[in-house]
């Protein structure tokens, strides 16, 4: 039996109504575990549920249709990557899963251009382009206003990340864990990884199978109430805190076989560094990794998982 992680929800309209306190519970959570479960994220629920409707209508589509955007050499950084190529670093089985990535639009002639290709739109679904944009924006703005915290949780001016994320490379995952036969299924749909990235926020955690491990090398289940986000620490704030605030291995496991004929739908949105920023440790850490720019630090990842 798993048991559940100990955290409580922290409505995100505290970052606004009282800076001290929203980083004091926000960072208490996170150096505890690395997640925290936020309430009161300000974004529409009509939104979420527009741009999922959309995410069910693309990955319905028939197989050989999907395919058509899939980036070849692109590292899954835009379209689809179809199921069974990622893998968890490590892992020598790959991920019960399929996805699609929504990154940054940028103006022409933007310096960083050459890095952050442009987005696809799958034309068979109409609404696609503007749902989901919207819901990248949402969750952008969501994700800055979580930096505030942290930052003065960490010490730091409230606006420190605010330059740091300008034109940050961030990535909104569309995720889809197809159904499984349980004669056929292992116990795991993605397997133990950390996230490559500063912090991610995650809609679509209500549906079971989502484990942290814990200090004591313990798997603990993380149950978020109906209407919540899912935040935890990326790789990149990790190395940036010398390790203060800890990027805990996570996982999805298979659910209960009466479950298993259902799909799983969820949508982290990987917030990073713009990719020419030096990641490099601030002093006061445990551990100091050599500086590296978030570029260099998301290629190295991404051969990694087997992207690149």
């Not at 899939?70 to 689809?80: E, F, I």
């Not at 050459?114 to 503007?130: I, R, S």
């Not at 915290?149 to 001016?157: E, M, N, R, Y």
């Not at 330059?163 to 197809?178: F, Q, T």
Request: proline share 10%; glycine share 8%.
């Amino acid at each position: 039996m798993t048991l559940a992680a100990d955290i409580t929800p922290v409505p995100l309209s505290l970052v606004e109504a009282d800076l001290p306190a929203a980083a004091e519970r926000l960072g208490d959570a996170f150096a505890r575990t690395g997640f925290a479960v936020v309430a009161d994220h300000g974004i529409p629920q009509p939104l979420i549920d527009r741009a999922m409707a959309a995410t069910r209508a693309f990955f319905a589509l028939p197989e050989d249709v999907k395919r058509r955007y899939v980036v070849a050499g692109g590292g899954g950084q835009r379209g689809l990557t179809p199921f069974g190529v990622e893998a968890a670093k490590g892992q020598a089985h790959a991920d019960l899963k399929e996805f699609w990535h929504v990154g940054r639009d940028l103006p022409a002639g933007h310096p960083q251009a050459g890095v952050m290709p442009p987005n696809l739109w799958p034309a068979e679904v109409p609404d696609f382009q503007p749902a989901v944009s919207a819901l990248y924006a949402a969750l952008d703005a969501a994700g800055q206003r979580l930096l505030r915290a942290i930052a003065v949780h960490l010490g730091l001016a409230a606006e420190f990340f605010a330059d740091p994320v300008r034109d940050g490379n961030s990535i909104l995952r569309l995720l889809h864990y197809p159904p499984v036969a349980p004669d056929t299924a292992g116990p795991i749909r993605a397997g133990a990884h950390e996230d490559i990235n500063v912090i991610t926020l995650l809609l679509g955690a209500e549906e079971a199978g989502l484990q942290l491990l814990d200090r004591d090398g313990q798997w603990r289940a993380i149950d978020a109430p109906p209407g919540c986000l899912v935040c935890n620490i990326g790789d990149m704030l990790q190395r940036l805190t010398g390790h203060r605030l800890p990027s805990t291995t996570h996982r999805v496991v298979n659910p209960a076989p009466e479950r298993m004929s259902v799909a799983r739908y969820s949508t982290p949105f990987f917030l990073h560094f713009r990719p020419d920023y030096l990641i490099e440790a601030l002093p006061g850490g445990p551990r100091a990794d050599p500086p590296i720019t978030a570029n260099d630090y998301l290629v190295e990842r991404l051969r990694d998982i087997k992207l690149l």
